[in-house]
């Protein structure tokens, strides 16, 4: 095991290299496994090799139990610039295992925020709790936010009502201006904007009741920060091409008959058994898709 202020310093190294655009700099290890964006990779061809610039740190999390760090910020790789995800093991002063994902530079709707323009996330990330969180309570919280999906079961999901959810920094709850264009309604009918509903309503009226999940993986979780990190394989419209939307009724894609998977690391902010916050990062993949780490 490496003590929490070891592994806290390797994730300021790791923060410090990337904006310095030295991420190579980084001590990796010779036989590190790598992958990015879901595929292995050479070191120098995932963020930690690409990262010209850091911008700002969204979410930073790290597991002295399981040696682990997990890093949400804005990479930026010359001109281009999105909020990304990295994962990172650590085993005797270097990097074993390095997981990136790096994310589209704005949400593909309208209302998607450029990543160089994305809020910082919400206060309850920069609120640790006042006492460390239980390991496997917090686990157990995060897990139960995909149990809902895949048993059309959401009222399972421990979602706090003043809960938000950000994906790769744009917020799609509580915020009229984003809209879900890539959703119909299957008589043709005009559909209220579901961006405007908080995270619990979206949630428990259905609205993703027809995804799947696969892959699931809880690699960090930071007990003094209160933070799991979950990896996933997240597949929209995976059951069938529609859900039921209580008080809205049945609702599709907009694009009908295609089906993709996100290759996904999501931050849940977790405090007794209660899931206060999410921030997503994802690309997006085809639907036969599966993770290398799973």
Known sequence: MIDRGMIDAFASELIARLGEGRGLDLPIAPDARITAD????????SLIGRATGLGDVR???????????????????GEQAS??????????????????????PRFPSTGGVDAREAEPPRAAFARPPATPGDREAMRHAASLYYAAVVREEPGIAPLDPAGARTEVGTRITDNPAFAFDFYAAIDGGELPNFGEWSARDQFLRGLWNADGVTDERYPVVDRARGIVLACTSYRPWHKRFETDVAGVGRVGPRVTGRRVALNMM???????????????????EPAEFASPWA
Not at 38 to 45: K, N, R, T
Not at 84 to 104: I, N
């Open 266 to 284: 999501e931050m849940f902010r977790i405090e007794a058994g209660t899931i206060l916050e999410m921030e997503s990062v994802w690309t997006i």
């Open 59 to 77: 979410i930073l999390a790290t597991d002295a139990d399981s040696n682990q760090i997990g890093l949400f910020a804005l990479v930026e790789r």
């Open 38 to 45: 879901g595929y292995p990779a050479a070191i120098e061809d």
């Open 83 to 104: 909020v990304c995800g990295l994962r990172l093991r650590v085993a005797d002063g270097r990097a074993v295992e390095v997981e990136t994902v790096a994310g589209p």
